[in-house]
Nanobody
Framework: QVQLVESGGGLVQAGGSLRLSCAASVRSLIGYTMGWFRQAPGKEREFVAAIRWSADNTYYADSVKGRFTISRDNAKNSVYLQMNSLKPEDTAVYYC?????????????????WGQGTQVTVSS
C-alpha cells in the first residue's frame, strides 16, 4: 500500500510559479512511475505529467509542456511538480498518483494509488 500526500498548493497570480510536492509513505519509490493529474470544477480529472522511476523518461500534457517540470527524489520518496508561467486555466485540484511499473502512463485508470489533492488557484 502506498499513501501519497501532496503539498504546496495555493493562490498565485497569473504568470507566477508554484512547486507542488508529493511525499510517499512507502519503503522505496524505485519501480514506481509517478504522475500528476488535475481536476477543475465540473471537469474530468486530466493528465498533467508523469515520470518513470529512473527519471529517464518524462511525459507532459500539451497544455503544460514548456511550463511545468516533473522531477523526483527517490532517496526522499518524493515527487515534485514545478509550475511556471501559471495561467487561470491551470486552476484545479492537483493530484499525485503512483503505479508500479515502467510504463509512463497518462490515464487515471492506470494508476492504483492517489493522494487527496492540493488546490491551486491562479488569479487573472
Amino acid at each position: 500500500q502506498v499513501q501519497l500526500v501532496e503539498s504546496g498548493g495555493g493562490l498565485v497570480q497569473a504568470g507566477g510559479s508554484l512547486r507542488l510536492s508529493c511525499a510517499a509513505s512507502v519503503r522505496s519509490l524505485i519501480g514506481y512511475t509517478m504522475g500528476w493529474f488535475r481536476q477543475a470544477p465540473g471537469k474530468e480529472r486530466e493528465f498533467v505529467a508523469a515520470i518513470r522511476w529512473s527519471a529517464d523518461n518524462t511525459y507532459y500534457a500539451d497544455s503544460v509542456k514548456g511550463r511545468f517540470t516533473i522531477s523526483r527524489d527517490n532517496a526522499k520518496n518524493s515527487v515534485y511538480l514545478q509550475m511556471n508561467s501559471l495561467k487561470p486555466e491551470d486552476t484545479a485540484v492537483y493530484y499525485c498518483a503512483a503505479r508500479f511499473g515502467t510504463v509512463v502512463a497518462t490515464t487515471t485508470t492506470q494508476y492504483a494509488y492517489w493522494g487527496q489533492g492540493t488546490q491551486v488557484t491562479v488569479s487573472s
